[in-house]
């Protein structure tokens, strides 16, 4: 299952962007937003999120 970003509660300061090796993570409506589809599941990103706006997917 993918990872999900928060929308209200990302503060879009790219810290997961950098940790994506799937380059599954990118801007949308000014914050970050990550494609299902490229998401390998890792959890990475999550780990790095300053704000903890990032989760696994349910």
Known sequence: M???VNQD???NCEACVSECEA???SEKDG???IDP???QDCGKC????P????????
């Open 2 to 4: 993918a990872y999900k």
């Open 9 to 11: 509660e990302c503060a």
């Open 23 to 25: 380059a599954a993570i």
């Open 31 to 33: 914050a970050q937003w």
């Open 37 to 39: 589809a490229k998401c």
């Open 46 to 49: 999550a780990e790095v999120c």
């Open 51 to 58: 704000s903890e706006a990032i989760a696994a997917a349910s």
